[in-house]
């Protein structure tokens, strides 16, 4: 026996259950009836590309799951997929590019939707000193190499709170994609050990009067302190570019901000 993979209709209407609207909510904002959407989930009706098109946008689906839709309902994709080096993204790699360069002394990095790195500016490197080589080989997973406990987690100061950071994006991100390989990642990572390492005082609770939760990380510069931002690709019309995120950190406080411009001349 082999599994066949879900009809468009399931997925539309596991889609729609995932976005926690009814079938009467969902028909009204894509201006089709509610007979024919119930048609449409149950099997009762093929739909169109257009339709499966306007469904999946209101329900804020991915463009990567925006293909499967289609393959499902038997259409071909219509969302590209390039390779970040093809021609094609030359000028959003340009751009990407410069903007890593712009934001040193502070770190940056970039990357895709399962928090592999991309590509990231100088600033970076000076801050995994004493991780496992082995975490840095391709294709680098920050969210592995932040909480392994071979990774940056025995540096994290404040490692129960970034955990707990770290976790909560990963499952908002699994709830928004429902990827696969997301949910394995997650089980991965609640497996590492939670205990901050015993040679270290607990992290104090964060307040009302904090703005940010920051990642305090140890450094030969002393502890580092970093808030982060993360921008995307507003308007990607390709699956590769709509997942990319760069997320760049700044110092928190000034002493880490003296000491990535010192690190920054070594």
């Known amino acids: 026996m082999t599994a066949t993979a879900p009809e468009v209709g399931t997925l539309l209407r596991e889609w729609r259950e995932r976005r926690r609207l009814s079938q009467l909510e969902l028909s009204n904002l894509a201006g089709v009836s509610t007979r024919h959407l119930s048609f449409v989930e149950t099997g009762r009706s093929r739909p169109t590309a257009v339709m499966i098109e306007r469904l999946a946008g209101h329900l804020d689906v991915p463009l990567r799951e925006r293909n499967r839709l289609l393959l499902a309902g038997g259409y071909a994709p219509v969302h590209p997929e390039h390779r970040l080096d093809e021609p094609e993204l030359a000028a959003i790699r340009e751009a990407l590019a410069v903007v890593l360069a712009a934001h040193l002394p502070h770190p940056a990095l970039l990357l895709n939707r399962w928090w592999d790195l991309v590509d990231a500016n100088a600033a970076v490197s000076a801050l995994l000193d004493g991780v496992d080589a082995a975490l840095l080989e391709p294709p680098v997973n920050v969210l592995r190499l932040s909480l392994h406990p071979r990774g940056l987690a025995p540096r994290i100061v404040n490692l129960g709170q970034w ?24 089980a991965e990572l609640t497996g590492y050990p939670t205990d901050t390492p015993p040679h270290l005082p607990p992290a104090p609770p964060i307040t009302v009067s904090d703005v940010v939760l920051p990642l305090r990380l140890r450094s030969p510069a002393g502890e580092l302190s970093f808030f982060s931002i993360a921008a995307h690709v507003g308007t990607a019309t390709d699956v590769t570019v709509e997942e990319l995120v760069l997320e760049a950190f700044y110092p928190a406080d000034s002493a880490t901000a003296a000491a990535l411009r010192g690190l920054s001349r070594t």
Not at 163 to 181: V, Y
């Open 163 to 186: 955990r707990a950071h770290l976790l909560e994006q990963l499952r908002r991100r699994i709830g928004q994609t429902a990827d696969p390989k997301l949910v394995e990642l997650e």
